[in-house]
């Protein structure tokens, strides 16, 4: 069946450094992968959007890679800053594209 | 332009009574899916309309319905509630599946 894995442990770094958050699926190839971004008690917000034929897209601070070979997409949020601290989600579409969400990477900026 | 909304934004239901969430979509919008998040199991889905049709369904029993009006409002109802139905229930709505999903805030359901 189809299968999204996120690092379910948290991530924690320094206020001002690259952070590096992987998404992996299995036994499907989706045709574009979004990530959200969710804080304590709220809705996802909807921050990028990559298609397989994108190797990589990016928006501010953010980048987003789309590796169809190793079935894996990684999310980078360069110069990090305490604000950025929330669990962040990857969202592929599944079987008769309904989006599919992983279970997020909690995200932890130490000033 | 308005987001989102979804209400009521809290919710106490006793086991084995209903309930009937109610989610607004963004003006023009006319795709609304419901999720089910809860700690251990993350974002589940439960159910796409699009023009008032039921597009897609998750894998939830069946006590869990949902409808789409013509203004594609939607609501989802949970029937006989279970103490395991307590959970953050998410709406959002798209313009089309790959413009990206805009939540609301949220309906909590604590079932005593």
């Known amino acids: 069946s189809q299968k999204i894995e996120q690092n379910s442990e948290a991530l924690n770094i320094q206020e001002g450094k690259t952070a590096t958050l992987t998404c992996n699926y299995t036994?499907?190839?989706?045709?574009?992968l979004q990530w959200y971004r969710q804080d304590p008690g709220r809705g996802p917000v909807f921050l990028l959007l990559i298609r397989e034929n994108e190797k990589e897209k990016r928006k501010e601070r953010l980048k987003v890679t789309f590796d169809t070979t190793l079935k894996q997409s990684l999310f980078h949020i360069t110069a990090s800053q305490p604000a950025d601290s929330a669990t962040y989600l990857c969202a592929p579409p599944g079987a008769t594209n309904k989006l599919i969400f992983g279970t997020g990477t909690l995200l932890a900026v130490q000033p | 332009k308005a987001g989102v909304t979804q209400t009521p934004r809290y919710l106490i239901k006793t086991r084995g009574q209903q309930v009937t969430l109610s989610c607004s979509p963004i003006?023009?919008?006319?795709?609304v899916s419901w999720y089910q998040q809860t700690p251990g199991q993350g974002l589940q889905f439960l159910f796409e309309?699009?023009?008032?049709?039921?597009?897609n369904k998750g894998n939830f029993p069946g006590r869990f319905s949902g409808r789409q009006f013509s203004n594609s409002r939607s609501e989802m109802n949970v029937s006989t509630l279970e103490l395991g139905d307590s959970a953050l229930y998410l709406c959002?709505?798209?313009?089309?599946?790959?413009?990206?999903?805009?939540f609301g805030s949220g309906t909590r359901l604590t079932v005593v």
């Open positions: 309309y699009f023009s008032e049709t039921q597009r």
């Open positions: 036994n499907y190839s989706p045709a574009y």
């Open positions: 959002a709505s798209s313009l089309d599946r790959r413009s990206g999903y805009t």
């Open positions: 003006s023009g919008h006319r795709s």
